[in-house]
């Protein structure tokens, strides 16, 4: 299990952008497919995006496609989430999570997760 930290979030106005990063320790980061979550208050956890280990396949949920890009760099341990064109419904905080493959961040079988980076996007 590694450790992550977000960073990144903060206040937008409706239709700007912001970049979320995700630091992780250890240096075993190359292996873990990586993602983002979001949990909006009084709301379920809802997936938003993940990468795999190589950066070659990627997973978005219908919601943010088109608007948000996840990429990684391995020889910096970090992952990136670009946000645009964001929406007062982005409003969530947003979590950094690691797992063996995509398909485990998708439905939630992550094996590690940060503390959350809150995103509020204004009307």
């Known amino acids: 299990q590694v450790q992550l930290v977000e960073s990144g979030g903060g206040l937008v106005q409706a239709g700007g952008s912001l970049r979320l990063s995700c630091a992780a320790s250890?240096?075993?980061?190359?292996?873990?497919?990586m993602g983002w979550f979001r949990q909006a208050a009084g709301k379920e956890r809802e997936f938003v995006a993940a990468?795999?280990?190589?950066?070659?396949?990627?997973s978005y949920a219908d919601s943010v496609k088109g608007r948000f890009t996840i990429s990684r760099d391995n020889a910096k341990n970090t992952v990136y989430l670009q946000m645009n064109s964001l929406k007062p419904d982005d409003t969530a905080v947003y979590y950094c999570?690691?797992?063996?493959?995509?398909?485990?961040?998708?439905?939630?079988?992550?094996?590690?997760w940060g503390q959350g980076t809150q995103v509020t996007v204004s009307s």
């Open positions: 999570a690691a797992a063996s493959r995509v398909q485990l961040i998708v439905t939630g079988d992550f094996s590690s």
């Open positions: 250890g240096r075993t980061f190359s292996t873990y497919a």
């Open positions: 990468i795999s280990w190589s950066g070659g396949s990627t």
